[in-house]
C-alpha cells in the first residue's frame, strides 16, 4: 500500500531540470534511456495543452520503433499474487535476456487518484534490476483516460526497447476490458476459493482470458488447487463450445485453429509452475503469428482506439464549450424532474454546441 506522504512540511521540491530538444530526447528514450523514458511518460500524462502537442509529436516520432514487444495483460483480484508473480516471473525472463516493463491500469484511480499497483515495494528483485521498468497507474484520472495514457506509455516502453510489457490491473470493474484492449494475451490470475471454485470471477473475464491461472498452488493448498483448475476447465470448454465443423478437436490450445483458453496452476511464491507458464504464452503467441491473427487484433484495436479518442476529444469539446454546458446545465434539471426526455435534452446540448446533423 502507499503510505502517507512523508514530505515534511515546507519541503520545497527541487526546480526540475528543463527540457531536452524533441529529437534529442526521443533518441535517448531509443537508446532506453531511463530518465528520459520516465520523463516521456510524464509528458503523456501531462493534461496541459501544450504538452499535448509535444506528445503527439514525440509519439510521431517513436511509431516506428514500436509495436514488437509481446504484450501480456495480468488481472486478478486483490490479493490472488499479482505482484508476487511478476516479481518471480519477471526475474525468470530478465534472467533469459529479456527486458521487461510493468505498467498498471489501477481502476480506484479512477476516482480516488491512489494508486496501489506497480507498488515497487512488492516487487524489490524487479525493481532494482536494470532491466525491468516498472510505472505505477497515472494518479488521476487524465485527458483519453487511463487506458490511452497507459497505451501511449506501453508504446514509449516498447521504443525504450523493452521486449516484454506486463500490463497489471486488479480483476474489478471495467479494467479487463480496457487491459484487454492493449495487449495480445490477457492472463487471469485466480485463487482456488473456499466452497464453489468459481466464485469471485465473472463470465464477462472468462471470455476474455486467454490463458487462466490458479495460483498458490503450494503447501496445503495444492489439491484444492489442482480442484479448482479441473473445475476451471469444465467451464471453459462450456463457454468456448468447438465449431460445428470441427470434428476431432483436441484439447491442445490452438491445435486445430481455436484457441481454447488453458488453465494452468503454478505457486507465485515458490516458482513451481513458472516454466510452464511462460511456455503457455509463448504458445499463445506463437498461435497470434499465425494466419495474421497478431495484426488482425492489433489493427482492431487500434482503429477502436482512435474512435475512444474521438468520444474522449468530442466530451472535452462539450465541456469546453460555453452555450453547450449552460444549456446542460439547464436541461439535466428538467430530465431529472421528468419533465423533457433524455434524448431531447441530448439533441439540446448538441445542437448548442453546433453538432447536429
Ligand atoms: N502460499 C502462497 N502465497 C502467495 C503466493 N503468491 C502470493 N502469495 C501471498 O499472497 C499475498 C498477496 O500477494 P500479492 O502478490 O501482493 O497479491 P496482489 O494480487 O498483487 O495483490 P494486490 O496488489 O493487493 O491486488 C501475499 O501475502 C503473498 O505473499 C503463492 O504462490 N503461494
Ligand atoms: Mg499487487
Given at each position: ?237 462450456l463457454l468456448h463450445p468447438p465449431p460445428a465443423d470441427a470434428d476431432n478437436i483436441s484439447d491442445r490450445p490452438g ?103
Open positions: 500500500m502507499s503510505g502517507p506522504s512523508s514530505i515534511a512540511p515546507g519541503f520545497v521540491p527541487p526546480p526540475r531540470p528543463p527540457r531536452l530538444p524533441l529529437e534529442q530526447w526521443v533518441e535517448r528514450v531509443r537508446a532506453g534511456d531511463r530518465n528520459a523514458l520516465s520523463r516521456a511518460i510524464t509528458l503523456m500524462e501531462s493534461t496541459r495543452p501544450a504538452d499535448r502537442i509535444e506528445a503527439q509529436r514525440f509519439l510521431d516520432r517513436i511509431m516506428p520503433d514500436t509495436g514488437r514487444a509481446y504484450r501480456i495483460g495480468l488481472t486478478g483480484t486483490p490479493g490472488a499474487g499479482k505482484s508476487t508473480l511478476i516479481e518471480s516471473w519477471g526475474q525468470m525472463l530478465i534472467n533469459r535476456g529479456h527486458k521487461v516493463a510493468v505498467l498498471a491500469v489501477d481502476p480506484s484511480s479512477w476516482r480516488s487518484g491512489g494508486s496501489l499497483l506497480g507498488d515497487k515495494t512488492r516487487m524489490p528483485g524487479l525493481a532494482a534490476s536494470p532491466h525491468a521498468y516498472i510505472r505505477p497507474s497515472p494518479s488521476a484520472r487524465t485527458l483519453g483516460g487511463v487506458g490511452a495514457k497507459t497505451r501511449e506509455t506501453l508504446l514509449l516502453c516498447e521504443a525504450a526497447g523493452f521486449d516484454v510489457v506486463v500490463v497489471e490491473t486488479v480483476g474489478v470493474g471495467q479494467s479487463e476490458a480496457v487491459v484487454a484492449e492493449l495487449t495480445d494475451t490477457l492472463v487471469v490470475l485466480l485463487i482456488a476459493g473456499a466452497g464453489d471454485s468459481l466464485q469471485g470471477i465473472k463470465r464477462g473475464v472468462l471470455e476474455l482470458a486467454d490463458v487462466l491461472v490458479i495460483n498458490k498452488a503450494d503447501g496445503d493448498n495444492l489439491s484444492r488447487a489442482r480442484q479448482a483448475a479441473a473445475q476451471l476447465r469444465a467451464a471453459v470448454k491445435a486445430d485453429g481455436v484457441w481454447l483458453p488453458p488453465v494452468l496452476t503454478l505457486s507465485a511464491a515458490t516458482g513451481t509452475g513458472l516454466d510452464e507458464f511462460w511456455a503457455t504464452l509463448q504458445h499463445h503467441r506463437h498461435y497470434l503469428n499465425q494466419q495474421g491473427r497478431l495484426e488482425k487484433l492489433r489493427a482492431g484495436q487500434a482503429v477502436r482506439w482512435m474512435w475512444s479518442m474521438v468520444r474522449e476529444g468530442l466530451n472535452q469539446y462539450l465541456q469546453n464549450h460555453p452555450r453547450a454546458r449552460q444549456v446542460a446545465h439547464q436541461v439535466e434539471v428538467e430530465v431529472e424532474q421528468g419533465r423533457l426526455t433524455p434524448n431531447a435534452a441530448a439533441t439540446a446540448i448538441l445542437a448548442a454546441a453546433g453538432l447536429t446533423p
